[in-house]
């Protein structure tokens, strides 16, 4: 549309209703009369509470890999997505999930990308290992291990059984952001510099429960956030030890999280929905969601929250 005809359509509107069809042609919304709101009481998110379970993942994957191998796919792994609209990515507004699996004598290829990511291993027998920038990291069944933005990674199994673990990535948040950028690196394996017994990027399941014995646990509930702040800007981990009997309750903010359970047993009730999780489980909680989780037998729960993003922006809140 010319100038000239929106100068003549906007003086031929004789009223408001008239005038309506000539913004639109010109690509103008009246903020008064705008088809949805703009602005709300308190936060919103079409996201829902979900459950995945550890042993239907795990079984999945290894169907999945009696026809997909880690030379045809970058990496063998299930997005756990949350099902609103067309989405098919998304655990929670701004972080993904996934259960991913390496056979013995597979490699998954070194890349790098903005999004940061984390594993945090279910069940590894010796042997499996990955290498972030250039750092061999032993993965063993509880340790968390982190691979902060444009590190480049490659996972190995050289053991004698296939592993598990649930990737967390910030990658629903890089789409609404936009930044993203990845590359693959030529050849797809990197040369091992080194092989540090302790490294910023791993949190040894066994380094973590010693420290969690030093923390005063609050209603038979200790909670550790994981000294991640040097590495990661977007996300936080915090581990949960819940004595049996004993409940996690946290008011509804603005902060959206999964929950991975690393260790026994319980209920959750997420917003209006209840679940029974045990081991190897995720539970995916959208921000401004009340929740709750009862352990039935003494519980370790990893906690992966965006709270760092929210807090950076000055848009971190809790329910009063
Ligand atoms: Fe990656």
Avoid at 8 to 27: C, E, G, K
Avoid at 259 to 285: C, H, P, Y
């Amino acid at each position: 549309m010319t100038s000239d005809t929106s100068t003549r359509d906007l003086l031929a509107a004789a009223d408001l209703d008239a005038l309506y069809p000539v913004l639109d042609a010109n690509r103008m919304t009246a903020g008064w009369h705008k088809k949805r709101p703009s602005l709300w009481k308190e936060p919103r998110t079409a996201f829902r509470p979900l459950h995945w379970r550890y042993d239907v993942g795990a079984l999945a994957l290894d169907q999945a890999g009696r026809w997909m191998d880690t030379e045809l796919a970058e990496r063998r792994n299930l997005l756990l997505f949350n099902p609103v609209g067309d989405n098919d990515y998304d655990t929670v507004n701004t972080l993904v999930a996934a259960y991913q699996m390496i056979k013995p004598g597979e490699h998954a290829k070194a890349h790098r990308h903005t999004p940061n990511a984390m594993r945090i291993i279910l069940d590894a027998a010796p042997g499996c290992f990955t290498v972030v920038d250039g750092v061999k990291l032993p993965m063993r069944t509880g340790d968390v291990l982190l691979t902060p933005s444009m590190g480049w990674h490659s996972h190995y199994n050289i053991g004698d059984a296939n592993a598990y673990w649930i990737d967390v990535l910030d990658v629903p948040l890089v789409h609404r952001l936009e930044p993203m950028f990845v590359e693959h690196l030529p050849g797809g394996t990197q040369a091992e510099t080194s092989s540090p017994a302790e490294h910023p990027y791993a949190f040894p399941l066994a380094a973590m429960l010693a420290k969690l014995e030093s923390v005063k646990a609050e209603r038979g509930v200790k909670r550790l956030r994981a000294d991640t702040a040097d590495h990661f800007k977007t996300m936080a981990i915090t581990y949960c030890q819940i004595a049996a009997g004993a409940a996690e309750r946290t008011v509804a903010n603005t902060a959206s999280r999964v929950v991975i359970v690393l260790g026994g047993r319980g209920t959750a009730q997420v917003g209006d929905q209840a679940f029974a999780w045990s081991r190897g489980d995720v539970i995916a909680v959208p921000s401004w969601t009340p929740h709750a989780f009862e352990a039935t037998e003494s519980a370790l729960l990893v906690e992966v929250s965006d709270e760092p993003a929210l807090r950076a922006l000055g848009f971190y809140r809790e329910q009063p």
